[in-house]
């Protein structure tokens, strides 16, 4: 008998969107090995779940509610086995200045930043931080989101216009811009998968670059470096992959300027759509859509 997979899907983040993307994607390409059915959380998902009696739940949300450890407790809770990293570990890697603190405290460079609460938002402060510890252009974004949700580059002139935008945040981060290359790395378990480069037309790597097919953000695979910084690159991934403990596959992204990598952030629950990073570095190590799939089907689990 085949085995029964639930893909969540959906969800109440920004994210939403993305995330039903996902999983279609990835219902399509395994409905013929499993019993698939998607569910949107949204509703009474402990009842639906209790329906259903899945063998594996495939977590496609992103975000929060389910990239940040939530839907993960709720799944620990009720012992059902689930796709990529567990409670702890999820809600270490979504949260920006955590993630941080951990990667500088093990000499994995990442930009300097500095958190706030908008609720306490002294602009006097923010200019003298700045300037002392720091220039422009800054970036500043939410701690908690994911795929460049509310992420803006700024200029003296625009940073308050900018965090204005995120108003309805709790905590923002404001961040050393870094210059350079976009380089994101994949890690597959303890397996060290590939670094690919992306040149995007938009300002940065944004929501927009990422998503819309019409934004021509050229991908580079491999990533256009040296032998020895893309191995680099991959080692520093792999190693915060074990920092945070991660499970299944992530998704490190990283700047490449002069010479050294800075490590933006650690996605636990990357994205599985046509424009996906992920499956297209693993298709460059002939792994296909439905192998990779397979792959985070059977790496599923509980007590992580």
């Given amino acids: 008998m085949k085995k029964k997979v639930v893909i969540l899907a959906g969800g109440y983040s920004k994210e939403r969107e993305i995330s039903l993307q996902t999983g279609k994607e990835v219902f399509k390409s395994i409905k013929k090995k499993y019993r698939a059915t998607i569910i949107d959380p949204k509703g009474d998902l402990v009842q639906k779940l209790k329906k259903i009696?899945?063998?594996?739940?495939?977590?496609?949300?992103?975000?929060?509610?389910?990239?940040?450890?939530?839907?993960?407790?709720?799944?620990?809770?009720?012992?059902?086995k689930y796709t990529h990293s567990g409670v702890r570990s999820s809600s270490i890697a979504i949260d920006k200045d955590l993630s941080k603190k951990i990667f500088n405290k093990h000499k994995i460079l990442t930009p300097y930043s500095i958190k706030m609460k908008y609720s306490k938002l002294n602009k006097k402060k923010i200019q003298t931080d700045i300037k002392k510890k720091f220039k422009y252009p800054v970036v500043v974004k939410p701690i908690n989101e994911g795929s460049s949700v509310g992420v803006y580059i700024c200029n003296k002139q625009n940073i308050f216009k900018?965090?204005?935008?995120?108003?309805?945040?709790?905590?923002?981060?404001?961040?050393?811009y870094i210059p350079g290359k976009e380089i994101q790395v994949a890690i597959m378990g303890k397996r060290k998968l590939g670094a690919i480069e992306l040149v995007p037309k938009r300002k940065f790597y944004d929501y927009k670059a990422k998503y819309n097919k019409n934004a021509n953000t050229k991908h580079i695979m491999p990533a256009n470096i040296s032998k020895d910084n893309y191995e680099k690159a991959m080692n520093i991934a792999l190693k915060a992959h074990k920092l945070l403990k991660c499970r299944g596959?992530?998704?490190?992204?990283?700047?490449f300027f002069n010479n050294k990598f800075y490590l933006l952030e650690l996605n636990t629950q990357p994205g599985m759509t046509a424009l996906s990073l992920v499956p297209e570095i693993a298709r460059y190590k002939n792994i296909s859509f439905f192998k990779l799939l397979l792959w985070i089907i059977n790496d599923a689990s509980i007590n992580k």
């Fill in 249 to 255: 596959v992530t998704r490190s992204d990283f700047k």
């Fill in 162 to 176: 900018s965090l204005d935008k995120l108003k309805n945040y709790n905590e923002v981060l404001i961040e050393q």
């Fill in 53 to 80: 009696k899945p063998h594996v739940v495939f977590n496609a949300l992103h975000g929060r509610f389910g990239e940040d450890g939530y839907i993960q407790s709720i799944l620990e809770k009720e012992r059902i």
